[in-house]
């Protein structure tokens, strides 16, 4: 059960972020191909018992910033216009794919020698209360910084949307 | 966890980071550019969560969390540069924003 999921999961995640790449025709496309990829990396965290990041990656990800793209996409109405001929020359585009295949294979390399099987885990492990303790403990420097930090986003954002007033 | 490996989901989180790099790489429209980071993103915090179920603590899930959180601003900020750069030039492509002012 647990195996066809991870598959099923993880052949949807990485077909959806094929689609993100490779449709060249309309953003709107990639946008709702990057949502299947986010509902797949959630299904994917909670796979690996971390239902409370699974259940942000849902809300966060695909509730909201997907949301935004697609609002912004809409707002600016620019359906192709302003990328038609846009596209880099081929050997660009063979040299990034060069590179991205060698830097591929190193990190397989790496990452396939000496793995431990998984271990047991407390059944609180990855619940949201288990990760709320420790963030409001451990990490409650983590999470004051997180708010200012997402104040000076709204801020930021607010400014350098807005039109010139004067 | 069946008969998948650790191994097995730090592939898949390096094969969507893989498909990032090259969307970012040979994609000129910025938006779908910007969802190329967010795929990278995406990969980085899937690798810190098998990671985290790995080794059984769940500090990596923190991490992860912290990771999304800046994600959300980042994307909140650059879509209004985006919004700023089609007000002012009129394009998507990022080769036409070439100056750092104008």
Sequence with gaps: ?166 | MGDISPFQFQVVAALIFMVGVVGVLTRRNVIVMFMCIELMLNAANLSLVAFSREVGDDQGQIFAFMVMVVAAVEVAVGLAIIISLVRNRDTLNIEDASQMKW
């Design chain 1, 1 to 166: 059960m647990r195996t066809a999921l991870f598959w099923i999961l993880s052949v949807a995640a990485l077909a959806g972020s094929i689609g993100v790449v490779g449709n060249v025709r309309n953003p709107i496309n990639s946008a709702l191909n990057l949502v299947v990829t986010m509902l797949a990396l959630a299904g994917l965290y909670v796979l690996l018992e971390a239902q409370f990041v699974g259940l942000i990656q849902v809300m966060v990800y695909a509730g909201a910033i997907v949301v935004l793209f697609l609002f912004v996409i809409m707002l600016l109405n620019l359906r192709g216009s302003g990328t038609a001929g846009a596209e880099v020359q081929p050997l660009v585009k063979i040299a990034g794919t060069a590179v991205v295949a060698i830097s591929a294979f190193f990190l397989l390399r790496v990452l396939s020698t000496g793995r431990a099987p998984w271990p047991d885990v407390d059944p609180s492990y990855g619940t949201t209360r288990a990760i709320g303790e420790a963030l409001y403990t451990d990490y409650v420097l983590a999470v004051q910084v997180a708010g200012v930090l997402l104040l000076a986003g709204i801020l930021a954002a607010v400014v350098l949307a807005k039109k010139r007033l004067d």
